[in-house]
């Protein structure tokens, strides 16, 4: 079991000495008094200004955090680069000299930023290099006709030698990933070079007072982060209409870095919603087959066999309704399903696996979707702007794949999703049916889950009882 470890504040080094300092009376002694008391006001002063606001640090923080196997810290790595850079800067002047007499021989670096319309050609030409140079990089065994590819976005960098040679060459796809090109007597070589960024572990909570998003922008989440938090709690937490003032959530997860600049998101680790007064907690675990999934602390899947909603953050704009009026022929129908209001080309996700029974034009129902599901339910999709290209009568699709966009084709006023949910034949509510449970964690991995398990809910509730005690 591998650990890591985040401090919660960054301290910096204090109480650190010069040694042979010689120290003039009198004057110069006061004048360095007062130069050392300007520093230091000065130190004091950045260090107010770059402290978080209270409310910022009371709901988001980044803590120390034991995790399992499934992420492990390399500890041998992280030494052996804190005595690397320890060495270079001691020995900064033979460094510098060192880096003089290679960019003598090799040349500085050089680098561009790709841009619509560029073309490898031309960008050659600019640096001075002909035709002969881009043919020898794109003929590099395995690796130079990657470059037959590159993109808007990308960088290229070169290095030229004072003959005008590239001596070196790197193709960067992104921060992560790059292809280093080396000049050699009869060509070039050419090696992938991979990164991998730290994972630090924040924690973050808040009180819902108006809605999810404004909460979540409070405690510093993305909205892609909202969303997936949205999607582990989505089987039992209707987020359209069950969200109400004084709901809460707390979680903790991955932020990644390189070299101490934020790359991105990871994955929450561990959360717990709470709804109208009532608790839930979601844990992700990656079994021994590599499947990975979110349960409950006793080893429940949170996923449920359907979607409550398959469209995301939209409002109910017509519910189930045996004896409804019509909207458009103003006579009494039966409603039975419900619509959901979205903006034209919401995507539309399957409710649960199945396949497609009937994806085309059907009078009032427009653009439509059947899906045939086990144990006899069927789920339906109707007025849709357009159905996912290429699907088709007897494809199978997976819970949550988008299978079309929302749209006001059929006997619709205005662009909505009408969904409906069958039972052996017979229409149910989809808001209220029971809707099955996904399978559990397996008795054999259960153990194993459990140690898991109290690992992440130890670290959850020491992160929100720190929290709560800086506030």
Do not use: C
């Amino acid at each position: 079991m591998g650990t890591e470890q985040i401090v919660m504040k960054k301290i910096l080094p204090r109480g650190a000495s010069r040694k042979n300092q010689v120290i003039h009376p009198k004057k110069p002694l006061i004048k360095q008094y007062l130069i050392l008391g300007a520093i230091v006001l000065a130190m004091i002063m950045a260090a107010v200004m770059l402290l978080p606001s209270e409310q910022v640090a009371a709901k988001r923080s980044e803590i120390a955090l034991s995790i399992d196997d499934h992420h492990p810290l390399d500890i041998k790595t992280s030494l052996k680069a804190a005595s690397v850079a320890t060495s270079a800067r001691a020995a900064q002047p033979e460094l510098d000299l060192a880096i003089i007499d290679i960019e003598n021989e090799l040349g500085r670096w050089h680098t561009l930023v790709i841009k619509s319309g560029d073309n490898l050609s031309s960008l050659f030409k600019q640096q001075g290099l002909d035709a002969g140079v881009v043919h020898s990089i794109v003929s590099t065994p395995k690796l130079g006709e990657m470059l037959a590819s590159v993109r808007p976005g990308e960088g290229l960098e070169f290095r030229i030698n004072k003959d005008g040679d590239l001596t070196q060459f790197r193709y960067v796809q992104s921060k992560l990933k790059s292809i280093f090109f080396a000049k050699k007597d009869d060509g070039y070589t050419a090696e992938l070079i991979t990164l991998h960024p730290q994972t630090r572990i924040t924690y973050a909570q808040a009180d819902i007072k108006n809605s999810l998003f404004i909460a979540s922008q409070q405690a510093g989440l993305s909205d892609k982060l909202t969303m997936e938090l949205a999607g582990i709690f989505g089987w039992d937490i209707d987020f359209v209409q069950d969200i109400r003032s004084g709901d809460r959530f707390s979680l903790i997860y991955e932020e990644r870095y390189l070299n101490d600049e934020k790359l991105n998101n990871g994955n929450i680790l561990a959360a717990t919603f709470i709804n109208q007064g009532k608790s839930y907690t979601a844990i992700r675990y990656t079994d021994t087959k590599g499947d990975t999934g979110y349960y409950s602390p006793n080893g429940e899947s949170m996923k449920k066999a359907f979607l409550r909603t398959p469209v995301d953050f939209t409002r109910i704009s017509s519910r189930f309704n045996p004896n409804r009026l019509h909207p458009i022929f103003k006579t009494k129908r039966p409603h039975r399903g419900v619509d959901y209001a979205a903006s034209t080309n919401t995507p539309i996700k399957a409710a649960g696996d199945g396949r497609i029974k009937f994806a085309g034009w059907q009078s009032g129902y427009g653009k439509v979707v059947y899906i045939q599901h086990p144990n006899n339910i069927v789920t339906v999709y109707a007025h849709q702007n357009k159905i996912r290209r290429g699907l088709k009568k007897g494809d199978t699709v997976k819970q949550g794949q988008i299978i079309g966009y929302v749209g006001k084709t059929g006997w619709a006023t205005g662009p909505h999703l009408h969904y409906e949910f069958r039972v052996n034949g017979r229409h149910r509510n989809p808001v209220t049916v029971k809707l099955p449970d996904a399978s559990p964690i397996p008795k054999k991995e259960i153990v194993r889950f459990k140690r898991h398990s109290q690992t992440m809910l130890a670290q959850l509730e020491t992160a929100s009882t720190t929290i709560l005690a800086q506030q």
